[in-house]
């Protein structure tokens, strides 16, 4: 598969009847979904997980989410949803890019990307990145 920047994180997805919508497509929201899930999935291997989150009470919330949708999938198909962390200041904000790709034809079906920025999850404010982040985070977003 080309993707978009090197060393992806992947996840295979297959759309299930209950992922499609009354265009007899994929829903919008499903693939939001498949975003989430495949960005918990890379923070965990890379080592922070929703219990480092509460015990650092630092998290990364997503500022802005962006998604072009380029072309449909459909129930049944075979997908591969690849994410990155591309870059961020090093103190308070990273990036996450997404691409999902078709097996039978290899065409990008969806584009994406999160702002994200580190905040105090006892407060909901910015705060800086503590070190274990640094540490997980930093050193794959390129």
Not at 13 to 29: Q, R, S, Y
Request: proline share 4%.
């Amino acid at each position: 598969m080309t993707w978009d920047y090197p060393h992806p994180f992947l996840l295979t997805l297959v759309p299930k009847a209950e992922d499609i919508d009354g265009l007899n497509h994929t829903n919008n929201a499903v693939y939001v979904q498949w975003c989430e899930q495949i960005g918990w999935a890379h923070s965990q291997q890379l080592g922070l997980g929703i219990e480092d989150y509460r015990r650092l009470d630092r998290a990364m919330a997503i500022r802005r989410g962006e998604y072009d949708y380029l072309l449909p999938t459909f129930a049944g198909e075979q997908l591969t949803l690849a994410t990155w962390l591309v870059g961020g200041d090093g103190k308070l904000v990273m990036e996450r890019r997404f691409q999902l790709v078709r097996q039978s034809d290899q065409a990008t079906v969806l584009r994406g990307r999160w702002d994200l920025v580190c905040i105090e999850m006892s407060t909901g404010r910015a705060r800086r990145m503590p070190p274990e982040f640094l540490a997980a985070y930093q050193t794959t977003a390129k």
